[in-house]
């Protein structure tokens, strides 16, 4: 079974500090990872993938993600927070089309001047 | 900007009422899907389809419907809206190659009273 699980509900930086958000899947097979980001009253957008090539996997708007399958994570960073990146942030697992995607519950991400 | 257009973006109506929300998409993606968002939670796909007159239930059980009679428009429809039905709709669609990114619509927020 899949499963998916982003381990800070709400995140707060500083504008101009790095961004860490945090997430560990469960799956049975070789998984496809996604980071999602949701800014307020509009729907999701795709941040990145991962889809078995390169570990490290970059983004739009300067994010990055690293697979670690020994460690089951898919950690999302940024070098220097923005005040536009204050959004929600889903990270999301599948492995099989996009039918079978298994959506976290989502990381608030506050970004204080 | 988004290709996918979901009407209306608000709506709050009685128990009992029919409804039906619109979902259209300009990019010609075969695939479409429905999921439901409760404040604070992970997404949960509803329906989902993958070209005209093919629909499929997701893994959340709801009492809605949908057709697919165009490859562009995807309607939800609640006979009956209860105050259960309360929550965010969000429609979207992707490419027929697997992992193709999906893109969502803004929403719609419904509040049955």
């Known amino acids: 079974a899949q499963s998916v699980t982003q381990l800070d509900s709400h995140v707060s930086v500083s504008e101009g500090t790095p961004v860490l958000l945090r997430c560990n899947y469960s799956?049975?097979?070789?998984?496809?990872l996604f980071w999602y980001v949701q800014h307020p009253n509009k729907g999701l957008q795709l941040l990145l993938k991962y889809t078995s090539a390169a570990t490290l996997v970059k983004g739009i708007n300067g994010f990055e993600a690293e697979f670690k399958k020994s460690e089951t994570s898919f950690h999302l960073t940024k070098p220097s927070a923005h005040m536009s990146d204050a959004a929600e942030y889903f990270c999301?697992?599948?492995?099989?089309?996009?039918?079978?995607?298994?959506f976290g519950a989502g990381t608030r991400l506050a970004v204080h001047p | 900007e988004a290709d996918i257009y979901q009407t209306p973006r608000y709506l709050v109506i009685g128990t009992g009422k029919k409804i039906t929300l619109e979902c259209s998409q300009t990019m010609g993606h075969d695939k479409m899907y429905w999921y439901q968002q409760d404040p604070g939670m992970e997404l949960h796909l509803i329906h989902y389809s993958y070209g005209v007159n093919s629909t499929e239930k997701g893994d959340l059980s709801s009492e809605s419907t949908v057709s697919r009679i165009r490859t562009e428009h995807f309607p939800l429809t609640l006979e009956s809206a209860r105050p259960s039905h309360t929550s965010q709709y969000l429609c979207?669609?992707?490419?027929?190659?697997?992992?193709?990114?999906?893109?969502f619509g803004n929403g719609t927020r419904l509040t049955v009273t």
């Open positions: 799956s049975s097979y070789s998984p496809s």
């Open positions: 979207a669609s992707s490419e027929r190659t697997e992992y193709s990114p999906l893109h």
């Open positions: 999301v697992v599948s492995t099989g089309g996009y039918n079978k995607l298994i």
